[in-house]
């Protein structure tokens, strides 16, 4: 079944520390990506996506993910950070189609709570 | 800056009530979606529009209504609330054409309570 899926609902890490938030998909035409944040109160703000070409995507708020087909991943990473940045982050997919299309309906994962120590 | 907005944030209503939710955009957008989100639990997509007069179930069977009267208005309805609706209601929209349907602008939401 196609799915996406954020195997972690909690990470805490110290301000200044690295972060990696794991993400993975199953579907059988690699999907358009995307990694979203939800501050407390606050809607859903895009962080970055990938289409194609580099694997290694840079975003807003000094956010990268790396996509490696070989794993169905798409990792988001920060080489340190901020206290700015607790919040829940979200996973996102939208499926391509056979066509070549797609149906740009985006499809999330449950969202990693992120806490960020002192 | 996204200019959509949901209102009300926050509701807290009696079982069986009727209520809808706003949501508005002003970007000219012709795609808008509503998410449900249980705490814990992925956002699940339960209508969206193509445009005006277009209305689409989701991915997710719910209870709700939507209708698509102007470009700029998606509300949605519940006939008669139930505790089971309790969720967090988020409103979408995106351009059409392009990349523009990878650009969803998200609403900040409204957390319903059916008591």
């Known amino acids: 079944a196609q799915s996406v899926t954020q195997p972690d609902i909690h990470i805490t890490v110290s301000e200044g520390a690295s972060l990696e938030l794991r993400c993975n998909y199953s579907?059988?035409?690699?999907?358009?990506l995307f990694w979203y944040v939800q501050s407390p109160g606050q809607g859903l703000q895009l962080l970055l996506k990938y289409f194609s070409g580099d694997t290694l995507v840079q975003g807003i708020k000094g956010f990268e993910a790396e996509f490696k087909r070989s794993q169905s991943s798409f990792n988001l990473r920060k080489p340190s950070v901020h206290w700015s940045d607790a919040a829940e982050y979200f996973c996102?997919?939208?499926?391509?189609?056979?066509?070549?299309?797609?149906?740009?309906?985006?499809?999330f994962g449950k969202g990693t709570l992120l806490t960020v120590n002192p | 800056e996204a200019d959509i907005y949901q209102t009300p944030r926050y509701l807290v209503i009696g079982t069986g009530k009727k209520i809808t939710l706003e949501c508005s955009q002003t970007m000219g957008h012709d795609k808008m979606y509503w998410y449900q989100q249980d705490p814990g639990m992925e956002l699940h997509l339960i209508h969206y529009s193509y445009g005006v007069n277009s209305t689409e179930k989701g991915d997710l069977s719910s209870e709700s209504t939507v209708s698509r009267i102007r470009t700029e208005h998606f509300p949605l309805t519940l006939e008669s609330a139930r505790p089971s609706h309790t969720s967090q209601y988020l409103c979408a929209s995106s351009p059409l054409g392009g990349q523009g349907p990878f650009k969803a602008f998200f609403g900040q939401g409204t957390r319903l309570t059916v008591v």
């Open positions: 579907y059988g035409a690699t999907p358009y």
């Open positions: 996102a997919v939208v499926p391509r189609l056979n066509s070549g299309g797609s149906n740009y309906k985006l499809t």
